[in-house]
């Protein structure tokens, strides 16, 4: 958060520095919320596998991607709910800005583990179905579609997004 933030935060949406951590906050925790859902049922499907008779039959490759899968979907868990533990630790400590600075990072690398978990159970679903080729190639597009959808149309979108206009400097009224 920069002071041209601050001030073009104030003068359009006539908000604080204060009121904007606020509001940051409650946007990525809801953010967190709408991933958090599917990600602990993605996590508890891939739990049960070892369980299922089928699973003895996996190959040395498809048991590599599923552990490489529940292992990248577990730890994504743990680090979408890091957030949460933070605001609880900075708790009545004014770090607001602190917390929402690094529960993006920590959003932002949730994504990512949590688009391999998901390629991954797609290549293994695909491989087990179908063969492994069919596999790759479904774990492919999807793994494409992940980057393209989550990483690349942001910036892309981020990239043509005009300039902030500028704030217009405050006076102060002359006493008369």
Same mark, same amino acid.
């Given at each position: 958060?920069?002071?041209?933030?601050?001030?073009?935060?104030?003068?359009?949406?006539?908000?604080? @520095?204060?009121? =904007?951590?606020?509001?940051?906050?409650?946007?990525?925790?809801?953010?967190?919320?709408? %991933?958090?859902?599917?990600?602990?049922?993605?996590?508890?499907?891939?739990?049960?596998?070892?369980?299922?008779?089928?699973?003895? $039959?996996?190959?040395?490759?498809?048991?590599?991607?599923?552990?490489?899968?529940?292992?990248?979907?577990?730890?994504? $868990?743990?680090?979408? %709910?890091?957030?949460?533990?933070?605001?609880?630790?900075?708790?009545?400590?004014?770090?607001?800005?602190?917390?929402? =600075?690094?529960?993006?990072?920590?959003?932002?690398?949730?994504?990512?583990?949590?688009?391999?978990?998901?390629?991954? %159970?797609?290549?293994?679903?695909?491989? %087990?179905?179908?063969? $492994?080729?069919?596999?790759?190639?479904?774990?492919?597009?999807?793994?494409?579609?992940?980057?393209?959808?989550?990483?690349?149309?942001?910036?892309?979108?981020?990239?043509?997004?005009?300039?902030?206009?500028?704030?217009? @400097?405050?006076?102060? @009224?002359?006493?008369?």
């Amino acid at each position: 958060m920069t002071a041209d933030d601050d001030d073009w935060n104030r003068a359009a949406r006539g908000e604080t @520095p204060t009121e =904007r951590l606020d509001r940051n906050w409650s946007s990525l925790l809801q953010e967190l919320r709408v %991933v958090q859902t599917g990600l602990q049922l993605l996590t508890g499907f891939l739990l049960t596998l070892p369980f299922q008779t089928r699973f003895a $039959t996996l190959d040395t490759a498809q048991t590599a991607i599923y552990l490489v899968t529940l292992g990248c979907s577990a730890i994504a $868990t743990i680090v979408i %709910v890091a957030p949460v533990a933070i605001h609880r630790f900075l708790f009545r400590q004014h770090a607001m800005a602190e917390s929402v =600075r690094f529960a993006t990072r920590l959003a932002i690398t949730g994504f990512l583990l949590l688009g391999v978990a998901i390629t991954g %159970v797609v290549t293994l679903i695909f491989s %087990v179905v179908l063969d $492994t080729v069919s596999g790759v190639v479904a774990g492919a597009c999807c793994a494409l579609a992940a980057v393209i959808l989550w990483l690349v149309l942001p910036a892309r979108i981020r990239s043509r997004l005009p300039e902030p206009e500028p704030v217009p @400097p405050t006076t102060t @009224p002359t006493p008369t």
